[in-house]
């Protein structure tokens, strides 16, 4: 099987052009072309994640996987892990996809204790390395998984038990060595079971205190180890918990600043997640900017009608397209990129789906982009925002943003004007409009 081809009907995917009606093309991301003077290959920064892609059954809370994978034979086998990872390098590589990520127990089993556990991560993670330098595909984050194994029923770093908190500790120290030793740009902190059921077993402020001090210790332990990648927090307001404390991107900037750990971590803001906040992606990511802490994004999207994390693959390009428009904004991803935390439907089982998927998604990020762009260069939209707050380029705007006022000169003010009446329209239709003549 290992000489075998996993992917033996995918070819390796070129750029067509819009005109294209080939599936297996990009229609849109074509990696050398220059947007904004920049690649799009390097605006984009595609990543495929391990956990669904490669590891994903497709089962539901009512049925089993329907996942084919022949190159995968279901054991927990180191070989095993091997023989996928090759399969899953030999399809990134005939994607374009530069970039990848994994929890620790996506890519190897776990074994009869820690130690086993262990030293089953170094076995792949060798196998990992040879692919990364055959390939030149690049690990973008690295992550341990605290959330499947029952021992994390009650949380890790939050957990009532302070063995698990150890137990965590030491996961979460090896997936940070592994990722250095592949040479990871990032990690990732997704508290999957930090939160709680119910309140009526749970004292929260303990728990806060706990998670706080797991983070600094991971900060203390990357200094240590020379790991010059990014931490990333992924907020998410629930699911399997029925509360998380990374609730969303506000939640987790307050918590990092009362932490004192703003200037180590940025957030990983994922659609899905953004949406069962109750908020949209473009909020989160404004709240991210705006704290200047807007790291990377989990590129997927969810179901209007489904309230769960649906990780659906990222086809809506109105949603792309506001992304982008914050990504531009923020000139691009320094360590960060576009990782797809999506999973292809149950129905959709065959391997050829997740060809299928990925190229459905990078090219409606690509036209996103372009879109973004040409929002950009036609500049109505940032003109729009921009004159809607003239008021404070000078006069009392001024004097107030630039901190020369105070309640007494501003009741001087009014009272000399007399009122304040409303003098602009939001005109909401017509900027939505704007985006409809570039899409
Ligand atoms: C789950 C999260 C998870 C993180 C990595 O909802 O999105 O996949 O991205 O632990
Ligand atoms: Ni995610
Ligand atoms: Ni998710």
């Not at 970039?99 to 076995?123: M, Q, W």
């Amino acid at each position: 099987m290992a000489d075998k081809e996993a992917f033996p009907d995918l070819p390796k995917i070129q750029y067509e052009g819009p005109k294209s009606k080939n599936p297996l093309a990009f229609r849109h991301y074509n990696p050398e072309e220059e947007v904004e003077g920049r690649k799009m290959r390097d605006h984009l920064r595609f990543s495929v994640v391990y956990w669904h892609t490669f590891r994903g059954a497709l089962a539901d809370p009512f049925g089993v996987g329907t996942a084919v994978r022949p190159w995968d034979d279901g054991s927990d086998s180191v070989e095993n892990a091997r023989r996928r990872a090759r399969a899953a390098f030999e399809f990134m590589e005939k994607l374009g996809a530069p970039y990848y990520a994994f929890h620790d127990r996506d890519v190897a089993p776990e074994g009869a204790n820690l130690k086993e556990t262990n030293s089953n991560l170094d076995a792949v993670a060798e196998t990992l390395k040879e692919e990364q330098e055959r390939t030149g595909i690049r690990l973008l984050w690295g992550t341990a998984c605290l959330f499947i194994h029952p021992r994390f029923v009650h949380g890790a770093a939050t957990s009532c038990q302070a063995d698990v908190f150890a137990y965590a500790a030491a996961q979460v120290k090896k997936a940070m060595e592994v990722t250095h030793y592949l040479g990871g740009e990032g990690y990732t902190f997704w508290g999957g079971r930090e939160g709680y059921g119910t309140l009526l077993n749970t004292d929260l402020k303990r728990e806060l205190d706990h998670l706080g001090r797991f983070l600094r210790m991971a900060v203390d332990y990357k200094r240590k180890l020379g790991f010059k990648g990014q931490f990333y927090i992924e907020p998410k307001p629930k699911e399997p918990t029925k509360h998380q404390y990374d609730s969303d991107a506000a939640a987790c900037l307050n918590f990092l600043r009362e932490q004192d750990l703003l200037g180590d971590f940025k957030l990983n803001i994922e659609t899905n997640h953004a949406t069962l906040a109750g908020h949209t992606m473009e909020h989160e990511l404004e709240v991210a900017l705006a704290a200047d802490a807007l790291g990377s994004i989990d590129a997927n999207m969810g179901d209007q009608l489904l309230g769960w994390d649906t990780d659906q693959f990222p086809t809506d390009v109105y949603q792309t397209t506001q992304v982008m428009l914050r990504v531009l904004r923020m000139g691009g991803f320094s360590t960060g990129g576009l990782n797809f935390d999506a999973k292809v439907r149950r129905e959709s089982f065959e391997p050829m789906d997740l060809a299928y998927a990925h190229i459905a998604g990078m090219d409606a990020f690509a036209r996103g982009l372009k879109v973004a762009a040409a929002l950009r260069a036609d500049g109505r939209l940032r003109e729009f925002v921009e004159e809607r707050y003239a008021s404070w380029d000078s006069g009392i705007g001024a004097q107030i943003e630039r901190g020369e006022a105070d309640f007494e000169s501003l009741e001087r003010h009014m009272l000399e004007q007399g009122d304040a009446a409303p003098r602009r329209s939001g005109r909401q239709e017509y900027l939505e409009n704007i985006i409809n003549q570039f899409i």
